[in-house]
């Protein structure tokens, strides 16, 4: 540990001068706002990097819950990707923006886009888009974001960044008897006590030192790790540890998402210590942060699987986000998510669905949670040759026999009239050709070889006249000598007879 001693053989205001700079604002806080002769701030927690730096987000409707002036909107940038900046006669606006799949959310914990949450902004999810709402103005940063004793005090300005405001009461103290410390609008001041003022060693000098002391015992005076009384040539002063000595272990807090150290001007203080998690919350849908020195817990985002489900984006863990995480009941239902909780509901009328059974071809749902099949996978009596074409449920197959007496057909040209006969077979019956039908043409039969009615009448059927077949010819009278034949009955009568 290296310690410095203040110098007392100048004036103490000079040496308050020397060391008030030194003070700074945690690392994580962003670059130390510096102080104007006005008392305007730049800098800040935003980190703008302009003065009187700007919000850095929108609020939950996309306005600007400061309406601060704005001089154009690039003066009115809020770093959200998800607004529309503009700048008008009511100052900066900061419209949602509603058509971009990346700005929707469920929660604050799926805008992960934007800036992460701190004292002056924080994430919000507004009607399912991210936003963020600002602090009001003048509200105060933690205790870690301050520079102690330099009167002025870090506060939100109502558009999501920070500010450095005057602040009398945050007076300095140099450790020192004989000096006296004030604020004047915001700018530390020191000037000796009068010459001859008791103090702890003796008495107090023209320029602000104790004179007297045999030993830094006789100072008196605070002692601490930043800060230790000192006599030098009977000159009461204090030797203050560099700034940035971390205080021992034991002095320090774990998980507070600080670390106590010397200030470099006898002062302990909290710088942030982002890497200090605070304690695990027991909550499966947050995960431990520290802001600027200040811890929480933050959201996971929204679908992120947990005890119960999923989270909701928003710190809790719930049963459903959507209705594609909600299992269905059975046929015809489906899953539904009302209130991050899962339900069960009708599937919608002509919804695909399965009843199970093979004998139908085509199932839907009927709006009241039923599955009703129709139509036929199977061929069945569709006229050809095979009449075991019917749909076997048994089976899962269409092996069954066709109903008899239904159409087919056996393939042969020499059958009329084909029907199943209900076994599974198709048989033909009758006959397509006129065959031996009493007239002259003796071939007319039929010829299953050449698929015609061309093959020979039987031999010795009549062909008419008094005549008969004989090898696919109608021969000669069959009438005896001395007979004639009466053509219209086909009879042979006597010659000298008539025909009736």
């Excluded at 009607?127 to 520079?147: E, I, K, M, N, S």
């Excluded at 030797?239 to 006898?266: F, I, K, N, S």
């Excluded at 210590?273 to 996971?300: R, S, W």
């Excluded at 040209?413 to 084909?418: G, I, L, M, P, V």
Aim: glycine share 14%; proline share 6%; hydrophobic share 25%.
């Amino acid at each position: 540990m290296t310690r410095r001693r203040l110098a007392l053989s100048v004036p103490v205001l000079v040496h308050l001068a020397c060391f008030a700079p030194e003070k700074s604002l945690p690392e994580a806080q962003g670059p130390a706002t510096e102080s104007s002769e006005d008392g305007s701030a730049s800098g800040g927690q935003s980190d703008s990097g302009s003065e009187n730096s700007t919000g850095l987000g929108t609020s939950a409707h996309g306005s600007d819950t400061g309406a601060a002036p704005c001089d154009d909107e690039a003066s009115c940038d809020d770093h959200n990707p998800c607004t529309v900046d503009g700048c008008g006669a009511d100052g900066c606006s900061h419209a949602p923006v509603t058509d971009d799949p990346a700005c929707s959310c469920t929660g604050p914990g799926d805008c992960t886009q934007l800036p992460p949450d701190d004292t002056c902004r924080s994430r919000s999810c507004d009607d399912g888009v991210c936003g963020q709402h600002f602090a009001d103005a003048g509200t105060r940063l933690p205790d870690v974001a301050q520079r102690p004793e330099d009167c002025r005090v870090l506060v939100c300005d109502g558009r999501g960044g920070s500010e450095s405001v005057a602040d009398d009461d945050d007076v300095p103290d140099d450790g020192l008897e004989c000096t006296l410390e004030r604020c004047e609008d915001g700018a530390p001041s020191s000037m000796p006590a009068d010459a001859g003022t008791r103090c702890a060693a003796g008495s107090c000098n023209d320029a602000g030192a104790c004179t007297g002391c045999s030993n830094a015992d006789d100072c008196g005076g605070e002692q601490d790790f930043c800060q230790t009384p000192s006599c030098t040539d009977a000159v009461c002063g204090v030797v203050v540890t560099d700034g940035g000595t971390a205080l021992p272990d034991g002095e320090q807090t774990t998980g507070d998402c600080q670390r106590r150290e010397c200030d470099g001007g006898g002062n302990i203080v909290a710088v942030a210590a982002n890497t200090d998690l605070p304690p695990d919350d027991d909550n499966d849908c947050t995960e431990e942060a520290c802001h600027d020195g200040v811890a929480a817990h933050d959201p996971l985002p929204a679908d992120t699987a947990c005890g119960q489900g999923v989270c909701d984006g928003d710190g809790g863990c719930v049963e459903c986000n959507d209705d594609a995480q909600c299992p269905a009941a059975g046929v015809c239902t489906v899953g539904v998510c009302i209130d991050h909780a899962c339900s069960v509901a009708f599937a919608d009328p002509g919804a695909s669905c399965d009843d199970g059974l093979f004998c139908t071809a085509s199932d839907s749902c009927n709006g009241a949670g039923a599955c009703l099949g129709g139509g036929n996978p199977c061929p069945g009596a569709d006229g050809d040759g095979d009449c075991s074409e019917g749909c076997n449920e048994a089976a899962d197959a269409c092996t069954a026999n066709d109903v008899a007496g239904s159409a087919c057909n056996d393939g042969l040209f020499c059958t009329a009239s084909d029907s199943c006969n209900g076994a599974g077979a198709c048989v033909g019956s009758g006959n397509p050709c006129p065959g031996a039908d009493g007239d002259g043409d003796c071939s007319e039969s039929c010829n299953e070889a050449a698929d015609a009615c061309s093959a020979n009448d039987p031999g010795g059927t009549d062909c008419g006249a008094c005549r008969m077949c004989s090898n696919g010819v109608c021969g000669a009278s069959f009438c005896d000598v001395g007979e004639k034949c009466c053509a219209g009955d086909d009879e042979c009568i006597p010659t000298n007879a008539s025909c009736p």
